[in-house]
């Protein structure tokens, strides 16, 4: 059985977005309240970092903490000891607070390089890194992804994202064949995927061996192609609503549920329904993006 959980970020607490925030203590009541099991740790700082308060906190709430996104420069070899030091430092308040089988989340700093925010959803070859570019971010990934389990006895996995230098289905292949498959593996994100240009069931069967962790996102098609028409960049399809609800996309969720469970994942299935902050109306649509996974059995 998938285990369900939702993320801060369905509340507007998004990396690289500026804005007001909805304070943490709601966030964790309306993750409870909508009947997820389970939350992920948001921005470093957003939630406690005492592993004590923050127990406390998810207990009192029935709530399990099972990873953490953290922002790395993996492509600029100046900002590898950095980025370590940070997967590190989230790794060792997830073992604490959620034990063993928590994920470090890596993904490239999103939406800070100009060329790749501006043609999210429709990045062609030739925006791609260089060579070098390419051994400087395999060899940062591997690295940070021994720090952490060296250090914190955790696995790590790389998020493939809009905005960011791995977003394509190519490129996403690209990484995994260049990293060590003992400490990185993947975190699946089916709108991310879907945005770029790939079909979420079959990355699903594609990636059937490095998929440790999985992003329930959807996409809408319609905004889709209205950024694709009118060139907005990553952060302006967002704010038009191109994660749309669960169910009201074009990403079949039955069908990915059911490639999941060919493949034997087992883990958890993370909600995200990426707003900017003060969009929509977070607890309203968590509770209506449960209600459609309830739909068809999880």
């Known amino acids: 059985m998938l285990k369900i959980a939702n993320a801060p970020c369905s509340w507007g607490v998004i ?39 923050l127990i406390a906190e998810l207990q009192s709430r029935n709530l399990s903490m099972l990873g953490s996104w953290v922002s790395v420069f993996l492509h600029d070899s100046s900002k590898h000891e950095q980025s370590a030091a940070d997967a590190v430092r989230a790794a060792k308040l997830l073992a604490a607070v959620g034990g063993s089988e928590c994920k470090v989340v890596l993904g490239n700093d ?11 959803g429709r990045i062609t070859p030739e925006m791609g890194m260089t060579e070098a570019q390419w051994e400087m971010l395999a060899k940062g990934a591997n690295m940070v992804a021994r720090r952490v389990m060296d250090e914190a006895g955790l696995r790590t996995v790389f998020h493939h994202h809009i905005g960011t230098f791995v977003e394509t289905p190519a490129e996403t292949k690209r990484l995994m064949e260049m990293t060590d498959p003992t400490i990185l593996g993947l975190c699946f994100d089916t709108g991310h995927w879907t945005f770029a240009g790939g079909d979420a069931v079959s990355g699903v069967h594609q990636f059937k061996d490095r998929i440790w962790h999985v992003h329930f996102k959807d996409q809408e098609p319609n905004v889709a192609q209205q950024s694709r028409e009118n060139d907005w960049d990553g952060l302006t399809s967002v704010g038009h609503g191109v994660f749309c609800e669960l169910g009201k996309g074009s990403v079949n969720f039955p069908a990915v549920r059911d490639a999941l469970n060919q493949i034997g994942y087992s883990g958890w299935v993370v909600v995200e329904q990426d707003v900017l902050p003060g969009m929509g109306t977070p607890k309203d649509s968590a509770q209506r993006n449960r209600d459609h996974l309830r739909s068809f059995g999880l």
């Open 15 to 53: 990396e690289n977005v500026e804005g007001e925030r909805y304070d943490y203590l709601r966030v964790l009541n309306e993750i409870a309240a909508t009947g997820y099991v389970g939350t992920e740790l948001g921005d470093w700082g957003f939630m406690p970092t005492d592993p004590q308060k």
């Open 110 to 120: 999103p939406y800070a390089d100009p060329v790749r925010s501006k043609y999210a």
